[in-house]
């Protein structure tokens, strides 16, 4: 069974750092897509960030130039760097996982994620 395991979430004041992370196991963690969602209160969830298997990435708007999503294939691990945080940003934020194949960070979900870790809470206080 594919496990995504989230950490490093929290509370934080507005302008502040945080940084997700997501390892996964039972996973060839190298040849999948890794993004993070997150979903606010009343709100849909949204794709925050993502990165192909070969390290293209992509952004919500409303995030570029604020977060950083990155990947360490040795250890199986995606990181979610998040500066300058907002209120806005509250959300339950989640690791997924997928395998299919692109060039293009922008198709990454596109047909669903296969996999999803159990979410992780980020409040920033303003």
């Known amino acids: 069974q594919v496990q995504l395991e989230e950490s490093g979430g929290g509370l934080v004041q507005a302008g502040g750092s945080l940084r997700l992370s997501c390892t996964t196991r039972r996973l060839v963690f190298e040849i999948y897509n890794m993004a993070w969602y997150r979903q606010a209160p009343g709100k849909q969830r949204e794709l925050v960030a993502a990165?192909?298997?070969?390290?293209?990435?992509t952004y919500l708007d409303s995030v570029k130039g604020r977060f950083t999503i990155s990947r360490d294939n040795a250890k199986n691990t995606v990181y979610l760097q998040m500066n300058a945080l907002k209120s806005e940003d509250t959300a339950v934020y989640y690791c997924?996982?997928?395998?299919?194949?692109?060039?293009?960070?922008?198709?990454?979900?596109?047909?669903?994620?296969?996999?999803w870790g159990a979410g992780i809470r980020v409040t920033v206080s303003s």
């Open positions: 990165v192909t298997s070969g390290g293209s990435t």
């Open positions: 997924t996982a997928d395998p299919r194949y692109t060039k293009d960070p922008e198709r990454i979900g596109a047909d669903g994620m296969d996999y």
